[in-house]
């Protein structure tokens, strides 16, 4: 573990970058190519270390799956020939992994089990296992399956209608997942919208389901087919630039290629809101996911309140709105937001901390935080809680800070956004 000191720059930031590929689509990539018959290419891969977990799980079910740099060309065999892994699979850090694939291996026909590092080991996985119980999967593991380390006896599922309760992505693709092996009809109704590259995904893959409002249905038994797939920029790494440039007095920023799909464009709206100067473009699809460029320049900002609906397209940008909010003219209110408590680490405890410790006045509430702007950050040292967001929170907020901050742990930023302090360095020239 080591610490990173970054000396403010005292100028904007500056020219074009390309974030890496999207961490949700990446993910769901390795997955339906893993699960298809025949050969898938993914480009613009993430290759950040959670992703990876997932490419390593298929891995030991016997999937040949080749890496060069961010291309990936993935063997399948289809679901049928893949084998009982050996050693237990390790999920890491990844949420995204445990709770997708939780639906996968309790629909295959094997033994699994799995387990995941000291954070992941302590996150919710009741929320997948109770309603995959419900199809009847076989599942056993710490605290009657609501923690990790996990086991799956696969089983054939029956489908299911679900109503979930807690408004997830993960949970409703590893339903969707777990609903597409099973024998008949698997109905997910959602507590309200969220991302949905699992939707737009599965018929790329010859997945077919049906979205009507916020119930999708999909039929058993399918097997995907092979297909190749460019992933956009991730629009969650995205957005540590998108704030950098709007706080920092003479910026003129344009981050390219960036996946702009409506379910998880809050940040630009919500920037917009606070008075940011943002404009997108899109200027192709994948799929049916929109891909454009984001300008954004230095501006003023004023607080708001960021609740409601718009929380699940902003959960992941919780951490770097919060630094948006702290130079904002007023006070900006997060509500709705105690998911946040259940993420890498407890955001909201983290964020408000490292706000503190920069000498912010921030107010923690159980589902959100009250930051008053516009606040002069002094510097110092911030722990990253080994949560890669956290971590990058404070690398952006060393943009406008009056000394060196520290970022403790920066290794943790790896698991999402590898090139970081690279396409730093890059828009600091
Ligand atoms: C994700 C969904 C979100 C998000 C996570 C990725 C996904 O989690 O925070 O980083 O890829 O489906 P929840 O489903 O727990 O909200």
């Known amino acids: 573990m080591s610490t990173i000191e970054l000396t403010p720059p005292k100028k904007g930031i500056n020219g074009t970058i390309e974030v890496p590929g999207d961490k949700s689509i990446s993910h769901r990539a390795v997955i339906f190519s893993g699960l298809a018959e025949g050969t898938s ?28 740099d961010d291309e990936l060309i993935v063997h399948g065999k289809g679901i049928r020939s893949l084998s009982e892994p050996v050693a237990p699979i390790n999920f890491g850090n990844s949420g995204t992994t445990a709770r997708l694939m939780s639906g996968v291996l309790a629909g295959l026909p094997l033994f699994s089990t799995a387990f995941g590092d000291e ?20 599942i056993s593991g710490r605290k009657n399956g609501g923690l990790l380390p996990l086991s799956f006896d696969g089983s054939r599922l029956k489908g299911t209608t679900h109503e979930l309760q807690v408004r997830s992505a993960q949970v409703k693709s590893s339903l969707l997942l777990a609903g597409m092996l099973a024998e008949g009809e698997t109905k997910v109704i959602e507590a309200g919208t969220t991302r949905n590259h699992t939707e737009m995904l599965m018929p790329q893959y010859g997945i077919d389901l049906e979205v009507d409002g916020r119930m999708i249905t999909i039929k058993g038994e399918q097997q995907p087919k092979a297909a190749d797939l460019r992933v956009p920029g ?18 003129k920023l344009t981050i390219r290629n960036v996946g702009l799909n409506v379910t998880r464009n809050g940040i630009v709206q919500v920037m917009k809101l606070m008075g940011a ?34 929380i699940p397209n902003v959960i992941d940008e919780i951490p770097i709105l919060a630094l948006a909010a702290t130079q904002a003219e007023g006070t900006t209110e997060i509500k709705d937001a105690k998911e946040l408590r259940f993420k890498e680490t407890d955001r909201i405890k983290a ?38 967001r956290i971590g990058m929170m404070g690398a952006i907020a060393s943009l406008i800070s009056e000394n060196v901050i520290s970022i403790q742990d920066k290794e943790c930023i790896n698991i999402s956004y590898p090139s970081f302090f690279n396409d730093l360095n890059k828009v600091l020239l």
């Open 41 to 68: 290419k993914i480009s613009n891969f993430l290759t950040g270390e959670d992703c990876m977990r997932t490419v390593q799980a298929f891995r030991q079910m016997g999937v040949t799956i080749e890496q060069n």
């Open 119 to 138: 954070s992941l080991s302590k996150r919710p996985m009741d929320r997948v296992v109770v309603p995959l119980r419900d199809m009847g999967a076989k």
């Open 234 to 251: 991730d629009i969650s790494s995205a957005a540590f630039f998108i704030v950098g440039a709007a706080i920092t007095p003479g910026s």
């Open 277 to 310: 100067n943002i404009t997108t473009t899109v200027h192709t699809h994948i799929g049916d996911e929109p891909v454009g460029d984001i300008h954004v320049e230095s501006s003023t900002l004023n607080a708001i309140s960021i609740e409601g609906d718009m």
């Open 351 to 388: 964020v408000a901390e490292n706000l503190r410790k920069l000498g912010v006045k921030v107010e923690e509430r159980e589902d959100g935080l009250q930051i008053k702007g516009r606040a002069s950050l002094s510097g110092g040292t911030l722990q990253s809680f080994g949560d890669h």
